[in-house]
């Protein structure tokens, strides 16, 4: 991080001016470890544990601590490592997994093995029926849908199509929390004072959330960590690709003295007419568009995609 600021030093003046921009540099909330004790897939075991919705709990049966992840599975990003003897209130199960609140508004889904009954339960707990060998989810977040891969990437973009421009800005509901029926926000002018509601983002706040960099995370939380500066000149999570390899999930980005942009491509031509997701600007907001991308974009490729 303290590199990342460095690098940032020198041009911050221009990132702050560019239209698509704001608040580069943001420091994560919450330290980022992946130190927890292993989790392991509900097919591998009977699901023997369950809590309410409303139930206490605490981290327990740990060695390192406990991974508290964006989504249910080991394919999800973690969070933060809670600690033993951590206090948290279930809101939700899918399969071995919880959504705990663990108060400050941060939730996340945590393994259910290494959880605990910590106060009185609103109903006595029960087990859980065996997982099926092949379960058909209620939901695509419950399918793993949103996870960090190329279907996931793109899953998330399309969850956000419809919501509003907000320069500086960067905050959605989580894409699997049905998105389509919060306040999408709504933009005024392309200034941070210019945006009404609590989600919305401009266009690198939107590639940051959609590509689940940690520093973005949660989706609802308000981080806004890189630029378009950074997206075009370093390689914090992502590669500098050649653009005629461009894949799915992959973004393109320019760079033009203190304005710039980035988008996500879906498919088309890397080099003429695709389809891409992005937060276009405060008449547009964020959305799905067959568009053409001029010579002066850059592709980036996320790392682990």
């Keep these: 991080m303290k590199q990342l600021l460095s690098a940032a030093a020198t041009p911050l003046l221009l990132v702050y001016l560019s239209a698509c921009v704001g608040q580069a540099g943001a420091l994560e909330e919450e330290r980022q470890l992946t130190g927890g004790d292993p989790e392991q897939i509900d097919g591998s075991r009977q699901i023997s544990y369950h809590f309410a ?19 249910p599975s ?33 939730f996340g889904w945590s393994y259910g093995h290494y959880l605990c009954s910590a106060g009185p339960q609103p109903h006595p707990p029960v087990p859980a029926p065996p997982t099926p060998s092949n379960p058909t989810p209620s939901n695509p977040g419950n399918s793993g849908g949103f996870g960090l891969s190329r279907d996931g990437i793109i899953n998330t973009a399309k969850a956000y199509v419809g919501f509003s421009y907000w320069w500086g800005g960067a905050r959605f509901p ?8 919060k306040d999408k926000g709504k933009c005024y002018s392309s200034s941070y004072s210019g945006h009404s509601g609590s989600y919305g ?37 992502w590669n500098h690709i050649d653009r005629g390899q461009a894949k799915r ?20 031509s ?12 405060c008449s547009y907001g964020v959305v799905h568009n067959l568009r053409s991308i001029s010579s002066s974009y850059r592709a980036r490729r996320r790392h682990g995609v």
């Design 53 to 71: 919705p409303g139930t206490q709990v605490e981290v327990c049966n740990v060695r390192n601590g406990l991974n508290n992840r964006s989504g």
């Design 74 to 106: 080991t394919g999800y990003m973690v969070l933060r490592v809670l600690p033993p003897g951590a206090s948290a209130v279930v809101r939700k199960q899918s399969g071995s997994w919880f959504y705990i609140e663990l108060g400050g508004a941060r």
């Design 174 to 181: 989580a894409p699997w929390d049905n998105p389509g029926a």
């Design 201 to 237: 983002a401009d266009c690198s706040g939107f590639a940051s959330k959609v590509w689940q960099l940690p520093n973005a995370l949660p989706f609802d939380q308000k981080k806004h960590p890189y630029s378009t500066y950074h997206f075009y000149n370093q390689s914090n999570y």
């Design 249 to 268: 999930a992959d973004a393109m980005v320019y760079r033009s003295g203190s304005s710039g942009h980035i988008l996500i491509y879906e498919s088309g």
């Design 270 to 281: 890397p080099w003429g007419q695709a389809w891409t997701y992005e937060a276009r600007g």
